[in-house]
Each structure stands twice: as structure tokens, then as C-alpha cells.
């Protein structure tokens, strides 16, 4: 992310810097009310999480996770205010749901808003786990294992499928 400073005869722009592993996705960045501050979604190891850059109009601080825990964070808004994070949320254990929590450093501290599918609270969801790997090449791969609920790996055969997306080839 980039952030160009128009106001003086000559612009100047800057890279803000973010997590190590952390790769900006979803194209959407808001400025937090009338602040410096800029959010960013980002994808860290299977996970989507709201961050922020402090002061990243003027001089840009460290970059950290405003939505904390093991989320996937989809649609997202900036409170009039500043103040609070609209998002919608899902997670290994729900299915997506909008909640509203304050902007603070891998926030948690979220009251549900909505309950988009009741028909589902009983639902048994599989165990979700990154696991990771080496490619031939010696490159780093991970994935998302879902093993149904109930189910132990490597206690019994279980049928496998494999769902590719993403990366250079």
C-alpha cells in the first residue's frame, strides 16, 4: 500500500509497511474517520483480518491486526465516528455473521448484529487446520485441512478432496 501526500508543490509518496507473511487482499482501504489512520484487509495464513497503519497520512507507524482470532473477515466498514469496525465474520466454529467491535490492536472485544442462517446452529462443522509443506522447487506451501467433525486424521481412511487456487502456476 502506498500513500501519496498531494498537499505540498511536490508530491511525495510512501510504502507503509505491514506484517512479515501478511498479503494485502480485497483492494478495499478506509481511512479511520478523521484520522491519520489507514485499514487495510489482509491475508495471514488462511485467515482475513481487518489491519491498520497508524498516522499513515503523516508518519506511519507500525502496521497490526485490528479483528483478532482465528477470523475471515469479508465485508467491511468504518464507523462514522472512527471509532468502531462494522464486519462481517466467519470462523473455523460459524458461519459468517455481522458484528460491530471497537478499532483496537487485535480486537476481539465483538457483539453480533446479525443471525443470518439459525437453520444452521446445529450444524456439526468439520476441524479446520493450516497445514504446510515444501514444494519441489524448496518453495513454502500451505493449505486448509477440513476433516469432518467427529472424525480423527489418521484413525480411519477418510475420502480426500483437493481444491487449488491460487499461485504462480
Do not use: C
Not at 511525495?12 to 484520522?35: C, F, H, I, N, Y
Not at 488462511?46 to 497520512?57: D, S
Not at 471497537?102 to 457483539?111: L, N, S, T
Not at 504446510?132 to 467427529?150: H, N, Q
Amino acid at each position: 500500500i502506498f500513500v501519496a501526500d498531494m498537499s505540498k508543490a511536490t508530491p511525495t509518496m510512501r510504502k507503509l509497511t505491514r506484517p512479515d507473511e501478511v498479503t494485502v487482499s480485497g483492494g478495499q482501504t478506509a481511512w479511520r474517520g478523521l484520522t491519520g489512520d489507514l485499514l487495510y484487509r489482509a491475508e495471514d495464513h488462511g485467515r482475513e483480518r481487518i489491519y491498520m497503519v497508524e498516522n499513515a497520512a503523516s508518519a506511519p507507524g507500525a502496521s497490526y491486526a485490528v479483528t483478532g482470532g482465528d477470523v475471515v473477515v469479508g465485508a467491511w466498514a468504518v464507523s462514522n465516528s472512527g471509532r468502531d469496525l462494522v464486519v462481517g465474520v466467519a470462523s473455523p466454529t460459524s458461519f459468517g455473521d455481522v458484528w460491530i467491535q471497537p478499532i483496537e490492536k487485535d480486537g476481539v472485544a465483538r457483539k453480533k448484529l446479525s443471525n443470518i442462517n439459525p437453520q444452521v446452529s446445529d450444524w456439526k462443522l468439520p476441524t479446520l487446520s493450516v497445514v504446510k509443506w515444501t514444494s519441489r522447487d524448496g518453495g513454502p506451501v500451505e493449505g486448509i485441512l477440513a476433516v469432518p467433525y467427529g472424525k480423527r486424521p489418521g484413525a480411519e481412511k477418510l475420502p480426500l478432496v483437493v481444491y487449488i487456487h491460487g499461485g504462480p502456476t
